[in-house]
């Protein structure tokens, strides 16, 4: 028997009081982690990383039972069902989304094959995240994040910690680094590889791939990609929708989905020409079963903001819950003649007296452009998806009216 299928099998279940606010909190953290670690499993090809996925997608299914115990618990009137009935669906989307990330993880697991244009288009779309052991004589064992001042020093964040079966999500300033935790590292290629040697020990060896020359084949590689990065932003919109009781938003989530449907009938497209001329159609089984997983993520963004669609009262717990992050996303819309109406954005950045970040920007005339894809020129009537602080966010609304 694999040793993690004894482990996982071994879990068992029984009711004990816990805070609803912790247990929807810790969801959505792992939610945002398996998007993460299963999309760099397969840039990497990495078993090890893939079986990570599955061990995250256990402590899901455990999440999840736990949260709809206590939710039931705490339905005692009419009233209380009603209020609670959308808190259901917020479970059930984030267990949804560990599924597709499960699914995506076994394409390595199981060899089902992935054409190599794929892995070599992930890079941009994953960004380089690797998994390492801290050895016993690392420098970073025994000290915190804060102490290492690993983030400042070299661009690489430690975005999460396995110590044997407990997960360390969103390590702060004073989560201490031992040895023998499993570290997760995202940065840059330029200081990823001397960050990984002095944490475990050993050589970090970059993956090395060769791109396909087949035109319809990029075609649904690049299709594919664009679908994870449009279904990220909706499970985020969707959380920031609930937190703000924000039709707005909601309704921005319900139109990213409507848009990564349409890219997905696109990339099947594209995929069945790309088998007339691939050497190894056979290979594209990982494609197909990538982007199938890709789209069912975005469908749980709407589950998340249904309550809102729905005009329901959103639960104070929730709230609680996704107050929990640092940054929040906002919607504001460019008004003709304001501060923002022609002003540059490179790289997400607005050449403007902001902190803001803009993810997204959907322009009535030309659908939704992803910037970190593009530079572009903002306009009046533009509608911009951002990211910043709550303060940021307030004087960003300001620049945006005329």
Known sequence: MDPLEGELSSTSIEYEP?????????????????????????????EPLATEVLRLEER???????????????ARKPADAEQLAPVFGIVGAADGISDAAGDIAKIVLEDVGLPEAMRAALPDAAGTLVRGVVAT???????????????????????ALRRGNEWLLNPGP??????????????????????????????????????????????????????????????????????????????EVRNLEVEVDAMQSRFEAWTLRAAADAPDPVALRGLIQLGSSTERISDTAIEISEGVLRDIDVHPVVQMAVQ???EIITRVVVETGSELDGTAVTAG?????????????????D??????????????????????TRTAAADFRELASA
């Open 174 to 251: 004073n989560t201490r680094v031992e040895a023998d935790d499993v570290a997760f590292l995202r940065g840059p290629d330029s200081s990823i590889g001397d960050v990984y040697e002095t944490l475990t020990g050993e050589v970090y060896e970059a993956p090395s791939v060769e791109t396909a020359d087949i035109d319809d084949l990029e075609r649904a590689v690049d299709t594919i990609i664009h679908m994870k990065d449009f279904s990220e932003l909706a499970v985020d919109l969707a959380y920031s929708s609930v937190l703000f009781d924000s039709e707005e938003l909601a309704e």
């Open 349 to 365: 950045v607005p050449d403007a007296e902001s902190t803001m970040s803009v993810i997204a920007i959907r322009r009535p005339s």
């Open 18 to 46: 816990v805070s609803v606010k912790d247990v929807l909190v810790e969801m959505k953290d792992t939610a945002e982690l398996l998007i993460d670690l299963s999309y760099s499993a397969v840039l990497h090809q990495s």
């Open 324 to 326: 929990e992050s640092d």
């Open 60 to 74: 899901m299914d455990v999440l999840e039972l736990r949260a709809r115990m206590s939710l039931l618990m705490a």
């Open 137 to 159: 004589g690392s420098a970073y064992a025994g000290r915190t994040l804060k102490d290492i001042d690993l983030e400042s020093a070299t661009g690489v964040r430690v975005i």
């Open 367 to 388: 659908g939704w452009l992803l910037v970190a894809d593009a530079d572009a020129e903002l306009r009046g009537g533009d509608v911009l998806i951002s990211k910043g």
